[in-house]
C-alpha cells in the first residue's frame, strides 16, 4: 500500500505516520541505556565470571542475592550522586551522612519499635536540610561544591561525633533493621532481601527522573553549558539544588539500609562518597556534567563491588581496595576523556 494519497492534479503529500506505540518506545528506551552501559557492563561479566570460577557457589541464589543485598547501599547512594555529578557538581558530604543517619536513629529511637515512623521522618528532615544548605550554598553563594560539601562532610562527621560522645549510644529496632537485612520468602530463589526491592524502586524512579522528564532534561542542559541552558530559559540554580537534595535523601535511604546489616557505627558511611563517585564515573558519566546514564550507573556499582569480591577471593589484602578504586577512578575518568576527544 502506497504511503501517499492522490490530491488535486498531480500534487501528493505524505500520509501522515502513525506515532511510535508504547512498546516501541520502551524498546528504543532499553536500547538506548544499554548502549550507555555497554562497556562497564563487558568489565562486570568478566569479573563475575572470574568470581564464579573461584567460587561456583556465587551462582546460588541465596549468595548472589546476599551480593545484592550489600550492594544495594552503594547503588542507591550511586545514583543520588549521579544527579549531582551530572549538573556538574561532586557531592562529598554522602559519606558522613549516612553515620549521621544510623548514629541518630540508634540514639533517637532506643531500639523502641513504635519510634518508627517519627525517625524516618526526622532522617529525611535531615537529609532535606543537608541537601539545601548544599545546594543553596553552591548556587547563592557562589562556592565550588567539592568545598561546599568537603565543609559539610567535615561539620557532620564532627557533629555526630561530638553528639554521640565519642562513642554511638542506642540501638536500632528490629523494624527499623529489617529494610536491610530481612527478606521475603520467594519459592525457588528462597528469600528475596528487602534491600534488593528497595534498589529496583529507586533505580527505576532515579531512571524515570533522568531520562524521562523535563527536570532530567534539564539537569543534563545545565551540566552540559549552563549559560546556554540559562538561554534556554532553565532555572539551573534550582535544578542544582534540587540534585544535592536528591543526593542527600539517597544517602539517608542507605544509611537505613547499612543500619540493617551493618548495625550502629562512627564508621559507617565512612569512604562510601569516593565509592560512589566511583561507580558513578564507572557508568560513563562526565565529570562536569551534561552526560551520564543511570542503569550504567548501577552496573558501574555492581561492577565495583564484585571487583572487590573478587580481590578478597584473591586473598589480595583489605588495604589494597582504596588503592585499586583510586585506580580505577583515574582510569576511567582518562578514558571518558580520550572518548569525549575522539567524538569531537
Avoid at 10 to 18: A, G, M
Avoid at 181 to 202: K, N
Avoid at 254 to 282: H, K, M, N, R, T
Amino acid at each position: 500500500m502506497s504511503d501517499t494519497t492522490p490530491q488535486t492534479g498531480d500534487r501528493q503529500v505524505q500520509r501522515q505516520r502513525p506515532a511510535p506505540s508504547r512498546r516501541d518506545r520502551f524498546g528504543g528506551y532499553a536500547l538506548e541505556h544499554l548502549k550507555a552501559s555497554a562497556p562497564i557492563l563487558a568489565v562486570l561479566i568478566v569479573i563475575l565470571v572470574s568470581i564464579i570460577f573461584l567460587n561456583p557457589a556465587f551462582l546460588d541464589p541465596p549468595v548472589f542475592l546476599a551480593f545484592l543485598r550489600r550492594t544495594a547501599p552503594l547503588i542507591i547512594l550511586a545514583l543520588g550522586q549521579l544527579f549531582v555529578i551530572v549538573s556538574g557538581g561532586f557531592d562529598l558530604s554522602v559519606g558522613s551522612l549516612i553515620t549521621v543517619t544510623v548514629v541518630v536513629a540508634a540514639a533517637v529511637s532506643a531500639g523502641d519499635p513504635d519510634a518508627l515512623i517519627p525517625v524516618m521522618a526526622l532522617l529525611l528532615v535531615i537529609g532535606l536540610l543537608v541537601g539545601l544548605i548544599n545546594g543553596l550554598i553552591v548556587t547563592q553563594l557562589k562556592v565550588p561544591s567539592i568545598i561546599t560539601t568537603l565543609g559539610m562532610l567535615l561539620i557532620l562527621r564532627g557533629a555526630v561525633f561530638y553528639w554521640a560522645g565519642g562513642s554511638p549510644t542506642g540501638a536500632l529496632a528490629d523494624n527499623f533493621r529489617q529494610f536491610g537485612r530481612e527478606a521475603f520468602d520467594l519459592p525457588l530463589i528462597g528469600q528475596l532481601p528487602y534491600a534488593v526491592i528497595v534498589v529496583v524502586l529507586v533505580a527505576l524512579i532515579a531512571t524515570r527522573l533522568l531520562h524521562h522528564t523535563t527536570f532530567g532534561h534539564q539537569l543534563l542542559a545545565t551540566g552540559g553549558g549552563a549559560r546556554a541552558a540559562v538561554m534556554t530559559g532553565v532555572n539551573i540554580a534550582r535544578i542544582r539544588v534540587f540534585a544535592f537534595v536528591l543526593s542527600a535523601l539517597s544517602a539517608v535511604i542507605a544509611g537505613i539500609l547499612l543500619g540493617g546489616f551493618a548495625g550502629v557505627s562512627a564508621q559507617v558511611g565512612q569512604g562510601y562518597e569516593f565509592q560512589a563517585i566511583s561507580a558513578v564515573v564507572l557508568g560513563g558519566a562526565a565529570i562536569g556534567g551534561g552526560r551520564g546514564s543511570a542503569v550504567a550507573t548501577v552496573v558501574g556499582a555492581l561492577t565495583l563491588e564484585a571487583l572487590f569480591m573478587l580481590l578478597n577471593l584473591l586473598g589480595l589484602p583489605q588495604p589494597l581496595r582504596e588503592t585499586v578504586q583510586g585506580l580505577i577512578l583515574i582510569g576511567a575518568v582518562v578514558y571518558a576523556g580520550l572518548r569525549l576527544q575522539r567524538a569531537g
